[in-house]
């Protein structure tokens, strides 16, 4: 059974500093990582993607991948209120198989 | 911009009634998913479709759900008989994978069925 895990949360962060979101997965053959956004009532959205191990950055979103420790996070700088959302870890295996695994999400919220 | 179109964005029904989703993928996209979202559960995927074959249905149950793709701008997902348990946000996404690679990775998600088995 193919896992991925992240803390439910929420995780409380104030405007401006900086929000770190975590995501472990159980499958070491893993290939590519993913990290979409939801609001409350809405699909995900696609924030942003790393396959290679280090850093990727966009805008104001760093992914970060250790395919070693099997870890994947999300950091976001500069938080906003309208980053308040739950954010989804997702896991493609590759083999093939074209589905994405999801983690339950970590509740995010911004304070202003 | 081009979206995955989802349809009844909500359903109400009795206990054993029979259930209908439809979505339509973004055209070009080659891969559509079904997912289901529950509290409990989180996201789970039920069933995809590539270039209109059905690959993975494992996540689904057999027994009352079941999964089409007539053609490549409908897909389609059935529930007959529905249960309470079967209460959830049902999620249809689409992707495009290239020849060669190793699957689809980047998905685009509708708006989601929210079903309601009372």
């Known amino acids: 059974q193919k896992e991925v895990e992240q803390n439910s949360g929420p995780l409380s962060v104030p405007e401006g500093a900086i929000a770190s979101l975590n995501c472990t997965y159980s499958d070491r053959g893993s290939q590519s990582f993913f990290w979409y956004r939801q609001y409350s009532g809405k699909s995900p959205e696609l924030i942003m993607f790393?396959?290679?191990?280090g850093d990727k950055e966009d805008g104001r979103f760093t992914a970060q991948l250790n395919k070693a420790s099997q870890y994947v996070s999300l950091l976001i700088r500069d938080s906003q209120p309208s980053d308040s959302a739950t954010y989804l870890c997702a896991v493609h295996s590759g083999g093939g198989a074209d589905g994405l695994t999801f983690g339950k999400g970590t509740h995010l919220i911004i304070q202003p | 911009d081009a979206r995955v179109t989802q349809t009844p964005r909500h359903k109400v029904t009795e206990m054993g009634q029979e259930v209908t989703m439809r979505c339509q993928p973004i055209l070009g996209h080659n891969t559509v998913f079904w997912y289901r979202q529950t509290m409990m559960q989180g996201l789970e995927l039920l069933a995809y479709?590539?270039?209109?074959?059905?690959?993975?249905d494992s996540g689904m149950p057999k027994d009352r759900f079941s999964a089409e793709m007539p053609d490549a701008t409908l897909a389609t997902l059935k529930i007959q008989p529905s249960e309470p348990r079967d209460s959830a946000v049902y999620f249809c996404?689409?992707?495009?994978?290239?020849?060669?690679?190793?699957?689809?990775?980047?998905?685009?998600f509708g708006a989601g069925s929210r079903l309601t088995v009372l």
């Open positions: 479709f590539r270039n209109r074959a059905p690959l993975d």
């Open positions: 790393i396959y290679s191990n």
């Open positions: 996404a689409s992707g495009l994978v290239q020849d060669g690679s190793s699957g689809a990775n980047v998905l685009t």
